[in-house]
């Protein structure tokens, strides 16, 4: 008899005599078990429905009225219990489930076949049943309990899961069923006898393929086991010996092929990073190693974002989710960015980097670094050399008759501080410059829409005072543009009617921004056809200054709304109001008038910033700000005083009637209801102290002491108040200490 038909007869006859006393001792148990289990799990359902439906008199609503508390007590006893349970309405909707099934809220409950779930809910008995659900891989074995909030009103159902409590009251009764204990040992002292006289014939086949195996789990690919026996351990044999040979030819290729794909990772020139579906970095190249500036060990099995850090190519850090390599592993999609790669000694390396996604279960990608930083020297050379060459142009003309002339009127022009100053005397500095000739400049505004003359010399107007851009062709080419008779040039759209004579239009350009052009009219009677070759090295470098001008001019306005505005709110910065309201205070202190002064500052704002972060708390400090341009008086200013504080000066304004203003602040920034991202930041609120002079203070110190110490009050007093008119602020007071005072 062969050794398999032994072994079959064997384990049959074994399992013939275990069956048969386990068949006896299941059926004899198996409805004593379920009626327990589904006993246990009734009044384990009857104890949580009772909790939900719980509602004393002078205690919260019940769970059932609340839905978000519901959820978090299913998901609590879920996660003690360990079992499914689901809560439904008197209409079977899902109003609770345990996580992960957070889908199924508000859905009806149509896996009881039976509808054993609204029956329950019709006649208030509990009743089981098994979840008729295609999501689930095996049956889950549920009973159903009313909540019953009064004698016969059922308002919903607990759906309990029982089958844990079913399997553990099985196990409780195998300690009933000993015959199978006893069947087993007989069915063991069978199998042991028969296996007895298998050893002999097992052992040598045994013994051969265990060795064989060992040593192929050891890596010798070259193990073989060389038994010729024709039974099955003799099969056994060959096939492993195949195997082993098979295995043996792989390795090698596999090993070749590694190490050629090694050999290209390791010596290409940009840096490769492999990095896992979770945004751990795998490997990495030598390049990559020495852009990141880092060795190997330092940066495989972190997280890529406490080694690579990635910040905008002007340096600035990026927003959450913007770097090539969130969007690669958020997407699964190729992208790719220039950056700037920080490293451990604060330099910054602009790399491009280039993200390719990996097809592979577990998602990834493939970072590819390259370093830019050789390209962007050339360009800096470039831009080096290109501001060379225009010094020296400049140091060319001048040489120039009119050099003196030139760096008069750029002198000038740059001692202008608005552009009205600078186009009375490029009005009056034009003559000079153009003898006979007429002309005009104008400027473009702000909204590019429009073109507009402000200065004009000489007799002949040849231009209208207003224009779009695209009735000028020097605007339209970005270049000079001559017409004239005689030439196939066409004339500008803004041209009047000046008896056909020539002109010019030279475009205001500098630091990459068109401002305008100059414009030049033929004289009446030119002594010359050439009247512009004579004109054309001083036109270029008049342009040329008064557009550098202009650009500088504008460059000033913008540079000094930035000193006195708050880059987050768009107000007045505590500079700007201390300067002007010194200056305000000493205009109403010659005419008589009083000046109020309110301080405002948010509530628990650091608390809120803790709580929602820095980016909801700018949101709140700019919606503060809105909410008091839209109540201010455009004689009023209204500044940021620092952190979540806030200032505003109200000129010609009584003590009493700035208390008032301040009560409506108040009350309009408390009716501020902001979400971000999607949640609630809650009710906002602001103390106010109000000063005034002169009843609280000659002087600006005093009135701002006298409203910080109201403010610190109005804190004190418990926040969300107005509190004005506190007195003369003693000199011995500090603000710091009431603060703290304050709490």
Not at 612 to 627: P, W, Y
Request: with cysteine; charged share 25%.
């Amino acid at each position: 008899m062969r050794i398999r038909t032994q072994i079959i007869a064997t384990l049959l006859s074994a399992a013939t005599l275990i069956g048969l006393v386990g068949v006896i001792a299941i059926f004899s148990q198996m409805s004593l078990t379920r009626s327990a289990a589904l006993a246990e799990a009734t009044s384990v359902g009857q104890q949580l429905a009772e909790t939900i439906a719980f509602k004393a008199s002078d205690a919260p609503r019940p769970l059932f009225d609340r839905l978000e508390a519901l959820r978090d007590f299913v998901t609590a006893q879920h996660r003690l219990s360990k079992r499914d349970l689901v809560v439904v309405d008197r209409g079977k909707i899902i109003l609770a489930d345990v996580p992960g099934e957070e889908q199924n809220l508000g859905k009806p409950f149509d896996h009881d076949s039976g509808n054993e779930v609204g029956r329950t809910l019709d006649d208030g008995q509990p009743r089981d049943f098994v979840e008729d659900s295609k999501d689930v891989s095996e049956a889950i074995d549920l009973v159903a309990v009313p909540i019953v909030v009064a004698p016969g009103k059922v308002v919903g159902a607990v759906l309990f899961e029982y089958t844990p409590l079913l399997r553990a009251a099985q196990n409780r009764t195998n300690t009933m069923l000993w015959v199978v204990g006893l069947s087993t040992a007989a069915a063991m002292l069978i199998a042991t006898l028969s296996a007895f006289l298998l050893l002999s014939r097992f052992g040598a086949g045994l013994s051969g393929l265990n060795k064989g195996i060992e040593a192929l789990a050891r890596g010798e690919a070259g193990a073989r086991i060389g038994r010729v026996s024709k039974d099955e351990f003799g099969k056994l044999a060959r096939g492993f010996d195949n195997m082993a040979s098979e295995l043996e030819s792989s390795r090698r290729q596999l090993v070749d092929q590694k190490a050629y794909i090694e050999d290209i990772v390791h010596t290409v020139a940009e840096g490769i990073v492999v990095i896992d579906g979770e945004g751990r970095i795998v490997s990495v190249n030598p390049a990559a190693a020495d852009i990141a500036g880092r060795h190997a060990s330092k940066i495989e099995g972190h997280d890529w974002r406490s080694v690579l850090e990635m910040r905008g190519p002007s340096g600035d850090r990026l927003a959450q989710g913007a770097s090539p390599v969130e969007l690669a592993l958020a997407t699964g999609r190729r992208h790719q960015a220039e950056v700037r790669l920080a490293k451990p000694d604060a330099s910054q390396m602009p790399v491009v980097a280039s993200c390719n996604p990996l097809n592979r279960a577990g998602g990834g990608i493939v970072l590819t670094l390259s370093d830019i930083s050789e390209l962007r020297s050339a360009e800096r050379a470039v831009s080096d050399r290109a501001e060379e060459l225009a010094v020296l142009n400049r140091e060319l003309k001048e040489t120039s008759q009119a050099t003196n002339r030139l760096v008069k009127l750029g002198e000038l022009l740059q001692a202008c501080v608005t552009f009205q100053e600078a186009f009375s005397v490029v009005g009056s500095a034009m003559p000079d410059f153009f003898g006979g000739l007429s002309g005009t400049v104008h400027l473009t505004s702000a909204s590019r829409n429009l073109v507009e003359e402000m200065a004009h010399w000489g007799d002949i107007r040849s231009s209208v005072g207003q224009f779009s851009p695209e009735d000028c062709w020097a605007l339209r080419r970005g270049q000079q543009h001559v017409a004239g008779p005689g030439m196939l040039t066409p004339r500008c759209n803004h041209i009047v009617e000046n008896g056909g004579r020539g002109y010019v239009c030279m475009p205001l350009a500098a630091q990459g921004e068109t401002l305008g052009i100059v414009h030049l009219c033929e004289p009446a009677a030119a002594d010359s056809p050439d009247w512009l070759v004579e004109q054309q090295q001083v036109l270029r470098g008049v342009v040329d200054t008064l557009a550098l001008a202009l650009a500088n001019l504008r460059l000033r306005e913008t540079l000094r709304q930035q000193s006195i505005r708050d880059p987050n709110t768009g107000l007045y910065n505590r500079r700007y109001l201390e300067e002007t309201s010194s200056r305000e205070l000493r205009r109403m202190e010659r005419s008589g008038q009083p000046m109020a002064m309110v301080m405002l500052d948010v509530d628990h704002f650091k608390q809120f910033n803790d709580t929602f972060g820095h980016e909801a708390g700018d949101l709140v400090l700019k919606q503060v700000a809105s909410t008091l341009l839209d109540h201010a008086r455009e004689s009023d200013v209204v500044s940021r005083y620092g952190g979540e504080e806030f200032a505003l000066m109200m000129p010609g304004t009584s003590l009493a009637d700035a208390a008032e203003r301040a009560e409506a602040l108040r009350k309009a920034i408390k009716q501020l209801h902001l979400t971000h991202r999607g949640r609630t930041l809650g009710t906002i609120t602001a103390s106010f102290g109000v000063s005034a002079f002169p009843d609280l203070g000659a002087s600006w110190v005093e009135i701002v002491n006298a409203a910080d110490r109201s403010l610190y009050q109005a804190k004190a007093d418990g926040r969300d108040r107005v509190v004005a008119g506190l007195g003369k602020v003693d000199p011995d007071w500090d603000i710091s200490t009431a603060g703290q005072k304050a709490g």
